[in-house]
């Protein structure tokens, strides 16, 4: 039993010198936590350029369903809606707001409604040297008239 004792001693004496072995690790895990970061952040500002798009394509479709036109029909009020006049009223929209963003189709699909598609450019704010042209974005939004 002295014998075991003996060499383990010797073991843990002579060939446990550990330091600075653990720097390495800390390096990688550092460098990862980095990247992580950095991904988020160009994660978090797609997300945030899709929503702000979605903001503008509402708002769009809404500006394109107010562009009605008020007929009284058999004594009750009727709003109704031409492609064109949906058209004029998103683009004149799109022409006072400081978006960024292009019209890519403004129509009435039944004549009460207001469909409204609008496009914009993504570039990322970390990686932009992966994606160097940037990100297509695209929303879409609808919006009904309240006289029917």
């Known amino acids: 039993m002295t014998a075991l004792r003996r060499r383990l001693r010797r ?10 072995s653990i720097l390495p690790l ?12 950095l991904v ?14 979605d903001s503008v394509a509402d708002a769009a479709a809404l500006a394109g369903a107010d562009g ?10 009727r709003a109704e809606l031409s492609s064109g006049d949906v058209y004029a009223q998103a683009s004149a929209l799109l022409a006072q707001s ?5 019209l890519v189709s403004a129509s009435t699909p039944d004549g009460v409604s ?13 990686f932009s040297l992966f994606v160097p042209d940037g ?12 006289l029917r």
């Not at 988020?40 to 798009?53: F, G, I």
């Not at 990100?135 to 309240?146: G, H």
């Open 40 to 53: 988020t952040v160009d994660a978090t500002s797609l997300y945030l350029a899709q929503k702000r798009l």
């Open 135 to 146: 990100v297509a974005l695209q929303a879409t939004a609808t919006s009904r008239n309240a």
């Open 11 to 20: 073991a843990t004496e002579v060939g446990s010198d550990d330091e600075g």
């Open 114 to 126: 207001a469909r409204v598609t609008v496009a914009g450019q993504w570039h990322p704010p970390v």
């Open 68 to 77: 009605f036109t008020l007929t009284i029909t058999a004594g009750a009020p």
């Open 26 to 37: 800390v390096l990688g895990y550092a460098m990862l936590a980095i990247v992580l970061i």
């Open 98 to 102: 400081d978006a960024d963003a292009n």
